[in-house]
């Protein structure tokens, strides 16, 4: 696992244990990403969108309270424009509409049952986007690491807070 994150660019790698096919599935089955992201309507192609439902208070397991300074952001909904698709290893989206950048997600197989994710997300505006947005990754693929496995996400809280605290550590080590 070697993630970078700097002011203006974050960079997650991991290795995930589940075959190519099922952790596609995970990027772009609506429900399955909703079990660990957000989902909503997706329309696969160049041009089309990816919905994005904030209903992160649904991604743990067990009944855990969602943080005060998230809890309004829950139910928002928004789409973002898919800017390149290749099934199944390549996924690229806008983010914010591209005022916080794009979003590369892409997969290769490792092995018949191991598949290697790289999440890039650059044109970060600065050190906030990148503290928000590494931790918001952070934890969301520790989520997917878990899911396309099989396990469980007890409080999905819990890895958001142990991500935002290795992306701080990250920003002050630059």
Do not use: C
């Amino acid at each position: 696992m070697a993630d970078r994150i700097t002011a203006h660019e974050l960079r997650f790698e991991r290795l995930l244990a589940a075959p190519l096919d099922r952790v596609w599935q995970y990027l772009v089955d609506p429900e399955l990403r909703a079990r660990w992201f957000m989902g909503g309507p997706t329309d696969l192609r160049p041009g089309g969108t990816i919905g994005m439902t904030m209903a992160h208070d649904n991604l743990s397991d067990e009944a855990v309270p969602t943080p005060a300074r998230y809890a309004e952001a829950i139910g928002k909904t928004w789409s973002e424009r898919i800017l390149r698709v290749e099934p199944p290893h390549l996924l690229a989206f806008t983010w914010s509409n591209g005022e916080a950048g794009e979003v590369t997600i892409t997969l290769a197989a490792e092995a018949a049952d191991k598949t290697r994710l790289v999440l890039e997300h650059t044109g970060l505006r600065g050190r906030e986007d990148a503290a928000n947005f590494g931790g918001g990754w952070g934890a969301h693929l520790d989520a997917l690491e878990r899911r396309v496995a099989g396990e469980g996400v007890a409080d999905f809280w819990k890895l958001h807070a142990e991500a935002e605290q290795r992306a701080e550590a990250a920003l002050e080590a630059a």
